[in-house]
């Protein structure tokens, strides 16, 4: 299948003696001399001289004029984060269509691609990495295929923290839970997806624009929700450490129960420190996360006197039909359950 433009819009054209033109999800087959179309009871004829640019020049203004003229078919993007799958939403508006390889309430730190996830990943024009080592399974998705295709966004978005994981210094993968990371992932999206279809480079362009400044106001709106919060208050016991980047942003300070993966067990010892810490510090609320268990955070809060604060999202979006379905609703939903919990 072979790519052409008419009029700045995308369309295709199949190579070799039996090509076809698609226009506006219509086939138009074209024949060696001439042939005829038929649609409805329009009966269009061309062969392939000034004949055939002639009344394909009608057949556009006349049959397609309503229709809005050429349209591309949208550019296919495969996704390995919800928060990224909710970006390229965000940024490719009605010009992509997003393939959620990775799912809402999906644990990203467990999960491996299945033969159809690999197949879904190949049939796409651009797959978006949230990177900084979450996805092991990567080299899997990228075996014969195109790696100019695959974007490691959360290697883009700025300088990673670190942290200690099974004695390893390792980069913290959760970078989304900064604002401002995820605006720079914003342009990052953006311009992966002009490198893919120029022809849609003004929409893509302003609709990054757009969701920039919806961040921008989202930031403002969690910064004023914190200010609330006394600094002596901003301390965080959660499931696992996923909450660094949001520490950093906004003036916590974090006790995790687990470190950088979901799937690591705390030990005995460490519960024992961490009741030590609970009760020294006087937390007053620890919190559990949506992809987990939280009988750990159970055992706790009966042994601290510590308050369960709520659910938080700490590795990616909640379903459709939840309070935390967007970016910016999981942040507003987080903060809300934070600020509330520790006043």
Same mark, same amino acid.
């Given at each position: 299948?072979?790519?052409?433009?008419?009029?700045?819009?995308?369309?295709?054209?199949?190579?070799?003696?039996?090509?076809?033109?698609?226009?506006?999800?219509?086939?138009?087959?074209?024949?060696?001399?001439?042939?005829?179309?038929?649609?409805?009871?329009?009966?269009?004829?061309?062969?392939?001289?000034?004949?055939?640019?002639?009344?394909?020049?009608?057949?556009?203004?006349?049959?397609?004029?309503?229709?809005?003229?050429?349209?591309?078919?949208?550019?296919?993007?495969?996704?390995?984060?919800?928060?990224?799958? *909710? !970006?390229? &939403?965000?940024? $490719?508006? /009605?010009? =992509?269509? #997003?393939?959620?390889?990775?799912?809402? @309430?999906?644990?990203?730190?467990?999960?491996?691609?299945?033969?159809? *996830? !690999?197949? &879904?990943?190949? $049939?796409? /024009?651009? =797959?978006? #990495?949230?990177?900084?080592?979450?996805? @092991?399974?990567?080299?899997?998705?990228?075996?014969?295929?195109?790696?100019?295709?695959?974007?490691?966004? $959360?290697?883009?978005?700025?300088?990673?923290?670190?942290?200690?994981?099974? @004695?390893?210094?390792?980069?913290?993968?959760?970078?989304?839970?900064?604002?401002?990371?995820?605006?720079?992932?914003?342009?990052?999206?953006?311009?992966?997806?002009?490198?893919?279809?120029?022809?849609?480079?003004?929409?893509?362009?302003?609709?990054?624009?757009?969701?920039?400044?919806?961040?921008?106001?989202?930031?403002?709106?969690?910064?004023?929700?914190?200010?609330?919060?006394?600094?002596?208050?901003?301390?965080?016991?959660?499931?696992?450490?996923?909450?660094?980047?949001?520490?950093?942003?906004?003036?916590?300070?974090?006790?995790?129960?687990?470190?950088?993966?979901?799937?690591?067990?705390?030990?005995?010892?460490?519960?024992?420190?961490?009741?030590?810490?609970?009760?020294?510090?006087?937390?007053?609320?620890?919190?559990?996360?949506?992809?987990?268990?939280?009988?750990?955070?159970?055992?706790?809060?009966?042994?601290?006197?510590?308050?369960?604060?709520?659910?938080?999202?700490?590795?990616?979006?909640?379903?459709?039909?939840?309070?935390?379905?967007?970016?910016?609703?999981?942040?507003?939903?987080?903060?809300?359950?934070?600020?509330?919990?520790?006043?």
């Amino acid at each position: 299948m072979k790519t052409i433009r008419l009029n700045g819009n995308k369309t295709a054209a199949a190579s070799g003696p039996d090509r076809s033109f698609i226009a506006s999800g219509l086939l138009l087959p074209a024949a060696h001399k001439a042939s005829d179309l038929h649609l409805g009871a329009t009966r269009i004829s061309w062969g392939m001289t000034n004949r055939f640019s002639r009344t394909f020049s009608v057949f556009l203004a006349v049959v397609l004029g309503g229709a809005g003229g050429l349209r591309a078919a949208p550019l296919k993007v495969a996704s390995l984060s919800t928060v990224l799958s *909710d !970006v390229a &939403r965000q940024v $490719g508006g /009605d010009k =992509v269509q #997003v393939d959620e390889i990775v799912r809402p @309430g999906v644990d990203p730190h467990e999960f491996q691609p299945s033969p159809g *996830d !690999v197949e &879904r990943v190949a $049939g796409a /024009d651009v =797959v978006l #990495v949230s990177g900084k080592g979450l996805e @092991g399974y990567l080299a899997k998705l990228e075996e014969g295929g195109d790696a100019k295709k695959f974007v490691n966004v $959360g290697d883009r978005v700025g300088t990673s923290l670190k942290l200690e994981d099974d @004695g390893k210094t390792v980069d913290d993968p959760h970078w989304w839970h900064s604002v401002a990371n995820v605006r720079r992932a914003v342009g990052v999206v953006r311009d992966a997806m002009i490198a893919a279809d120029a022809a849609d480079r003004d929409a893509f362009t302003a609709n990054a624009a757009a969701y920039t400044g919806k961040l921008d106001a989202l930031d403002k709106t969690i910064r004023l929700k914190v200010a609330g919060l006394p600094r002596d208050k901003r301390k965080l016991v959660t499931s696992h450490d996923a909450f660094q980047y949001f520490a950093r942003d906004y003036g916590f300070k974090i006790y995790p129960i687990e470190g950088v993966s979901t799937a690591e067990e705390p030990s005995t010892r460490k519960v024992a420190e961490l009741l030590s810490t609970i009760k020294k510090e006087k937390v007053k609320a620890v919190f559990f996360e949506n992809t987990q268990n939280p009988k750990v955070i159970s055992q706790i809060t009966r042994e601290t006197g510590a308050k369960v604060g709520g659910e938080l999202y700490a590795d990616g979006l909640g379903a459709a039909d939840s309070d935390a379905a967007t970016y910016e609703a999981m942040m507003l939903h987080n903060v809300n359950t934070l600020v509330n919990g520790l006043k």
